[in-house]
């Protein structure tokens, strides 16, 4: 291998649908869909930023494009493509095989063919930007200005796994090898829930994923919303391995850990059944969490006493 066309020829040029023009073109083309909207998103991995210099490369391929299928599921949106910027200080091939396997791995299991990107040599650290293009019909987006007062909130999967693991990988926690195991995988190969999400779509009103903590994110649908929100600590998915840990860090990691990469959500009350049911169809969690309150900006948690949590956690701020 020699250069950066070799490089994409051999790593990043498996075939995509039939009826797309993919990789080798100066763009890639794909057939329209009538009755459907364009959905596209960009997420940005910097090393020591996002992941560890050491990260496992199959796991960051996974994960790399993981982060971005959860913001079309947050959406409604099912895959139609992606897109892959790649910046790298030196050119490995057992690092960059490992990588493309982990990201096509998911690419095929999530039907979201990659069809370009951009291979580039950098100064110092790895950058890898996917971006993401999907299809919702037309009118049923989860946007995150619908929540209405009276909803229901909900969550799919567990809460507060993802935190534990960086909190432990970072040193923050002291070592405690059968709990790093126990929540790893919840860091560093997060399986957002693509077909719930794309169930969901016409059926609830607000949604989004959750990458920078619960609070953190359900403020960002209260305030497109002017609403707020009651949760019950009580009725929260906690991941199972965080049982035996303190009732503070436990707190911290539930309400305000980032990397979850699972779905909040609100959806009228008369829809509890049918969400019950086709999150059942998808094999996914869901656990009805509190309810959308009137008061613009207000947001409580209740504990097991119904007593407000006070101070709450707060979430991830890149410039805080
Ligand atoms: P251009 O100079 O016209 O932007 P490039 O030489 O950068 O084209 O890329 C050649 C082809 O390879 C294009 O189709 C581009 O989309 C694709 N490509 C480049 N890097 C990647 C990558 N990391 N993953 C997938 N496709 C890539
Ligand atoms: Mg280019």
Not at 305 to 316: Q, S
Request: glycine share 10%; with cysteine.
């Amino acid at each position: 291998m020699t250069n950066e066309f070799d490089l994409i020829a051999r790593y990043f040029s498996r075939p995509a649908p039939a009826a797309y023009l993919g990789v080798g073109d100066d763009c890639a083309l794909m057939p329209p869909a009538p009755g459907m909207e364009l959905a596209a998103s960009t997420d940005l991995l910097i090393e020591g930023r996002h992941f560890f210099s050491n990260a496992e490369p199959r796991a960051l391929g996974h994960k790399a494009l993981a982060v971005n299928l959860s913001d079309l599921a947050a959406m409604g949106a099912r895959p139609v493509a992606c897109l892959l910027g790649l910046s790298l200080p030196e050119l490995r091939p057992d690092w960059l095989e490992a990588f493309a396997d982990g990201y096509y791995a998911l690419a095929d299991a999530a039907g979201c063919p990659l069809v370009g990107g951009d291979t580039t040599r950098s100064p110092s650290c790895i950058v890898i930007s996917v971006t993401v293009l999907g299809h919702v019909p037309v009118g049923q987006a989860l946007r995150r200005d619908a929540a209405r007062e009276g909803d229901d909130i909900w969550v799919s999967g567990t809460l507060g796994a993802a935190d534990i693991a960086l909190r432990l990988l970072a040193g923050e926690l002291p070592p405690d090898p059968q709990l790093l195991a126990a929540t790893r995988a919840a860091l560093e190969r997060p399986e957002p829930p693509l077909e719930l999400g794309a169930a969901l779509a016409g059926v609830a009103h607000a949604a989004l994923d959750i990458s920078d903590g619960l609070l953190q994110d359900l403020g960002h649908i209260l305030k497109a919303s002017a609403c707020g929100a009651q949760l019950d600590y009580a009725s929260l998915p906690v991941a199972e391995a965080l049982a035996g840990l303190p009732q503070a860090l436990q707190r911290q990691a539930v309400l305000g850990g980032g990397d979850v990469y699972q779905l909040c959500f609100t959806a009228a009350a008369a829809r509890r059944d049918e969400i019950l049911a086709l999150a059942r169809r998808c094999g996914s969690r869901v656990s009805r969490i509190g309810c959308i309150t009137a008061g613009p900006g207000a947001l409580q948690v209740l504990d097991e006493g119904g007593r407000p949590i006070a101070p709450l956690p707060a979430g991830f701020d890149h410039f805080n």
